[in-house]
């Protein structure tokens, strides 16, 4: 086989699992309660599936694997889409990346507590 084949299959696989992943992500946040999943318009369906897919291309995989999609609130979500309108055309910079992750991980809701030792 040719590499430019063998580079379009990489291209065609890495497509397919990047698909998967954020589909398996959108079923668990349907499905979980807080997210109230029929009040989200079509738009926001769509986007929100744009956004997790450029989530799954710009984090590492053990990352996406620890976020627990199923207990993800509708103010999550609509968190992380004010934060894509904000880039929209544009690539997720490091700074948005990391707010996403604080949303999708809850640790805005549970930040680490400094460690007592310090003070």
Known sequence: MSRTSD????????Q?????AVED???????????????LSTTDYT???EILGDLW?????ERWEQYSFSIVTRQDILDILALANDTR?????????????AILSHAREHPSKPDSSES
Do not use: C, Y
């Open 57 to 61: 291309v710009g984090l590492e995989r």
């Open 89 to 101: 055309g544009h690539a997720l910079t490091s700074a948005i990346l990391d707010k996403m992750d």
């Open 47 to 49: 986007l929100l599936r």
């Open 16 to 20: 397919l699992v990047k698909e998967q």
């Open 25 to 39: 992500a959108v079923e668990k946040i349907r499905h979980g309660p807080a997210a109230e999943w029929q009040s």
């Open 7 to 14: 580079e379009e299959l990489g291209r065609r696989r890495f």
